[in-house]
Structure formats: C-alpha cells, structure tokens
C-alpha cells in the first residue's frame, strides 16, 4: 500500500495497521537478536558475539549519530532545488537539505565519535587487557586477534592508526548521509509521502551506505585497513532496525509518541 499522507488521526486505518506492523517488527527484531546471540554462541562462543556487539557498534556510531546530526542542524535549501523526476514526483523532497547533508557529519557525527575514540585511546592501556585476558582463558574462537581489537577502538599502531581511524570515521559518517539520501530518492520513486513510514529500509539505507563507504579503503589497503567481515555486517542488518523500530514502539505503547515511527 502507497501512502499519501503525513498526519495521521486515531481512526485512520492507515495508522492502525502501521501500529501492528509496528507491534509486529519490534518482536520480531528482539527475537532476531536473541537467535544471532544463540547460533554465534553454539557455533563459536559466547565472547565472541560479545566481540561481534562490540564492534559493530563502534563502527556504526558515527553513522548513527550523522544521521541523527542531519535533523539536528539541517533546514534551508533542499539538495534537489525543488525539482522533480520524470515520474512528476519531487527527486528527494524539502526535508533533504544542503545543510543536513554538510553539516550533520561535519558539525555533529565527525567530532563527537572524534571524541568517542579520544577516550579510548586515554583507556587503551585498560580496554586491550580485558580480550588478552579473555583469549588467553579459551573464550574465543573468532576474535582472539589483539589486532581486531585496536583497530575498531583506536583504529591501529600509532600513528598511522590515527589517520585510519579519522578516514573509517569520515567515510561511515558521510555514508550514512549517502545511504539515507538513496533511500529518501527510493522513497519518493515508490510514491511514499515524506514521514510516511517505509519500513526496514527507513531503518537500514543510512547503515548500508556506510557499511559500503566506510569499507572501500580496504580494498585499496587490505593489510592495514578492515572492511567488517560477514558476522558484523549481519548483526549489523538486525540490530540498526531493531534499535530504532523497537525504541519507538515502545515510546508509542508508554504514550510518549503518536505513532510508533
């Protein structure tokens, strides 16, 4: 179904079935997580779902929090000038902004993961010890690699560690802004109205363009710098919709929003 509004009344059917589908995906995300943690465990070990959690979300931390900075500090002149496509409808729409696309990652998701990873750096004498530890005990049987480690944390050996870790932060915080602008442009080529809900994939483009992005420097750089393997990119696809989906469903139910979207 095509919808063509963004307001929605209690008795609009529109919304009630979007509530189920809600309801519907917030159960099935947390049982998605629930069976990753379950097979990762029974295949290789507990740690390393552990690691895989852990990994994921440093490298996807920019990207979240980009997306996030592109509503914070967008608003002013649509990237599309107001145009539209062949299909009569417009190419992004006014709420894709020349500001949002800037300055979400530049002034909002570069320099606060800048400072995450500043912190792990202080705490990297600490942090390195708890994956020694655990490796040298048998917990792992993926990622006992010291070398994984400092690379998602402090991005490797100083000091070209640094420059990787500012290019990851980059490339994950300006592939986010990429991956929701291409779901934005899918969005309006379906005829879905801007803020109506299109699940999974409202959730999961920002995630995807910087998953890609922010892994092309493996290819031209494959000893120094890592692209996520298979593991982390699957946990990725679960847990980027899972946060969001279930976090509003459940500010729906309490009655924090109007629609759990």
Not at 69 to 98: A, E, N, Q, S, Y
Not at 160 to 165: A, K
Not at 194 to 201: C, D, E, I, L, N
Not at 253 to 258: A, E, S
Request: hydrophobic content about 55%.
């Amino acid at each position: 179904m095509v919808l063509k509004m963004t307001e929605y009344d209690n008795n609009d059917p529109s919304k009630r079935k979007h509530i189920r589908i809600a309801l519907i995906l917030a159960l099935t995300c947390a049982t998605l997580i629930f069976l990753n943690f379950v097979v990762i465990s029974i295949i290789f070990d507990w740690a390393d779902w552990v690691a895989i959690l852990v990994f994921s979300i440093i490298f996807i931390v920019p990207a979240y929090i980009s997306n996030a900075g592109m509503v914070m500090v967008g608003g002013g002149k649509p990237i599309d000038g107001g145009k539209f496509c062949k299909d009569g409808r417009r190419i992004l729409g006014d709420h894709k902004t020349v500001n949002g696309l800037i300055k979400g990652p530049l002034y909002v998701g570069i320099p606060i993961s800048l400072g995450i990873h500043l912190l792990f750096f202080i705490l990297w004498p600490l942090i390195q010890l708890i994956p020694i530890q655990a490796a040298s005990q048998g917990f792992f049987v993926l990622y006992a690699d010291l070398r994984l480690y400092e690379f998602y944390f402090i991005g490797g050996p100083f000091p070209i560690g640094i420059l990787i870790l500012v290019l990851r932060i980059i490339l994950c915080s300006y592939g986010a802004v990429l991956g929701d602008l291409a779901g934005s442009f899918l969005k309006r080529r379906l005829n879905y109205a801007s803020g109506a809900p299109f699940w999974v994939v409202d959730q999961l483009d920002f995630a995807l363009g910087a998953i890609l992005l922010g892994s092309i420097p493996a290819l031209i750089f494959p000893g120094i710098y890592l692209a996520p393997d298979w593991n982390i990119i699957i946990f990725l696809m679960i847990i980027t919709p899972s946060v969001s989906i279930i976090a509003n469903t459940i500010a729906y139910v309490v009655g924090w929003k109007d629609v759990p979207w």
